[in-house]
């Protein structure tokens, strides 16, 4: 069998092809002017899980994921760039900006157990690619200068348009995303911008045929994929929200370049909500891996949540679900190194079948629930089942459990509730307890104080 994943495009769950033996996969990297939040990070865990189960059957990979540093409007600010706002905001060179978040991605993903991608080609060094595409495409008839210099595809000319997402081209009102209203050029509504002319801007522009401006976001990913996939993507990943405008232009910029279908398979994750509500900036619920840290979380516990839900339903992590999956890291470490110290793998079918089923993680988290409570599996074939399934979980069951510190928020909770406590203040040491048990400690109450451990 080889790994069957839901199609967002023709609505079925169809198997992954590959191209000469390789599955060449393109998953849409971040915007580098913020750090990534946890629901960013459940989608690039998404890309990680279809490598490994394709691995795991014996299959090769070549993943690319591009690095936005240029080009991405904010929905927060009509019209502005994200990185030349953050630049502002921050008093730094737009690109000195990008170089740190971008790194701040990398290590995020460290500590989540993504591996790295085979490349990570950057928009601002990919520009020469999109002039050439955007050439084609006006020579091809499908993009025309507006009357702002501004260069748009137009959306009438590209027949499949909205197959992706259902929209219809008639439907789309004009104005309704704020990547089309600074564009006063167009024609049509529903056009979008593969260049937009400097105008007033002074950073982060380059010269082109049709004056000096920088280009959109979504020919960045027509042109990167295009380029460093050899003009094939067998799974194209991405957020659900990239669906639609993304995901749909991106589809009609390479495929109106080449002529033929260019994406096998469009694979989208849904969106993760914090505490049952959306994660955004202005709601202040943005949850990154430094915050599960600072609360002595393994970010690995973030991994298990995610491995808990299908990719395909909306999923709410909360404190209490991360410091629950935390204690169950603890519990299988411990359990592996009771197990024996053996080095060799079980290949489990049920365990492969239920990945290679549109990605069933709960199933395959069940199968190994069942190995490891089953008293007739000998200690050495559970640790080797075990060892297999985490090619693909990637939870790092075979380290050691941590002897662990705790960190200096907790000690803080520790304090307050001895304060609390000498006090009388009985509402206010229960309310201590609750929030020290959400970070994975549990307290207990003696003659000689309080007690702490780690759960
Ligand atoms: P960005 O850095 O905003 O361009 O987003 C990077 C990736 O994260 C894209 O694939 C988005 O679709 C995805 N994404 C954004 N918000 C969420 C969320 N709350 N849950 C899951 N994925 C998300
Ligand atoms: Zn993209």
Redesign the pocket.
Known sequence: MTLSIYDTLTRTVRPINTTNGRANIY??????Y?D?????????VLSDLIRRTIELAGGSVNLVQNI?DVG?MSEDVVGQDKMLSQAQAEKKDPFEIARMYEEHFHEDLGLLNVRPADKYPRASQSIELMIEMITDLIKKGFAYVGSDQSVYFDAQRFEGYGQISGNRLNDLKPGHRSEYTDEGGKRFHADWALWKNAGVRSQMIWDSPWGAGFPGWHIECSAMSMHFLNKHVDVH??????RFPHHENERAQSDATLGFETVDLWV??????FEGR??SKSSGNVVLISDLISRGLDPLAARLCFLENRFRSQMDLTWTSLASAHSTLGKWRKKMLQWGDSQEIFEDDEFLNAMENDLDTPRALQRIRTIEKNTEISDAQKRATFLYADKVLALDLSRAPEVREISKEQQSLLDARVIARSQKRWSDSDNLRNELERTGLEISDSADGQRWSWR
């Open positions: 998953c849409c990297g971040p915007t580098v913020r990534a939040h946890v629901g960013n990070l459940r989608t690039f936005t991405h990943i991405g957020g659900i929200d990239l989208h994750g849904e969106h993760l909500l959306k994660m």
